[in-house]
């Protein structure tokens, strides 16, 4: 399993990022993915979640109607649009495959190397 993430940078408050996450090794379709985040000195957080098939999602309190995860199938890839970005947002950002049990979210243990997301004027 191979997942690696890209599309970080800095950018000022307000700006916009899009991240990208290629995975390869396994059957990408069949599995809901998810995007994390670990701030230095936090835990790592969900950030978002998309079903495997694209059409249900859902984000943390704090990234609603800013941030819109999305996935392409066929490119076994999913992405994360940032807007309105302010500087607690800052943080390295990880894809990461997930399934769904009793109305929680369980983690598959892969992780790629992240992508470093740095808001600031």
């Known amino acids: 399993v191979q997942l690696v993430e890209s599309g970080g940078g800095l950018v000022q408050p307000g700006g916009s990022l899009r991240l990208s996450c290629a995975a390869s090794g396994f059957a990408f379709s069949s599995y809901a993915m998810s995007w994390y985040r670990q701030a230095p000195g936090k835990e790592r957080e969900l950030v978002a979640h998309?079903?495997?098939?694209?059409?249900?999602?859902d984000y943390a309190d704090s990234m609603k109607g800013r941030f819109t995860i999305s996935r392409d199938n066929a490119k076994n890839t999913v992405y994360l649009e940032m807007n309105m970005l302010k500087p607690e947002d800052t943080a390295v950002y990880y894809c990461?495959?997930?399934?769904?049990?009793?109305?929680?979210?369980?983690?598959?243990?892969?992780w790629g190397q992240g992508t470093q997301v740095t808001v600031s004027s």
């Open positions: 990461n495959p997930i399934w769904y049990w009793a109305g929680e979210i369980r983690n598959y243990d892969y």
């Open positions: 998309i079903t495997s098939a694209g059409d249900s999602t």
